[in-house]
């Protein structure tokens, strides 16, 4: 799978998820740190990707349907803490994300 990392979170997310087999690039590396929401929507639904954020207003943002969100609803978290956190729950989302759930709130 390919993800695009949301400037909320920290980069080191590529890496875990790189680590398990993924594709992944953050958004102050393949847009910019000032990107807005809509010029990140646009490159998720351009290059396929599965936008990964902790922003709600990607949920209207990807409508109808222009790719697949990862919505992740955990407060702010150190790096190793976010790991954890996604590794209790990475098998149901890495389910999930192979079916066909285009919307996937993670809390």
């Known amino acids: 799978m390919n ?3 949301d400037a ?3 980069p080191a997310l590529c890496r875990w ?3 398990r087999g ?7 590396d393949a847009l910019s740190v000032s990107a807005t929401d809509a010029a990140i929507a646009d490159y998720c639904e351009a290059n396929a990707l599965i936008l990964v954020t902790k922003d709600e207003d990607f949920l209207t943002l990807r409508l109808p349907d ?3 969100l990862l919505w992740l609803r955990c407060g702010n978290a150190t790096n190793r803490a976010l790991s954890a956190w996604l590794e209790a729950r990475w ?3 890495e389910q999930l994300l192979q079916g066909d759930e285009r919307v996937i709130e993670s809390r």
Do not use: G, S, T, W
């Not at 993924?22 to 102050?28: D, I, S």
């Open 3 to 5: 993800f695009l990392i």
């Open 8 to 10: 909320q979170l920290p």
């Open 17 to 19: 998820l790189e680590a």
């Open 22 to 28: 993924h594709k992944a690039v953050h958004v102050m």
């Open 66 to 68: 222009r790719f697949n």
């Open 91 to 93: 098998l149901k989302i």
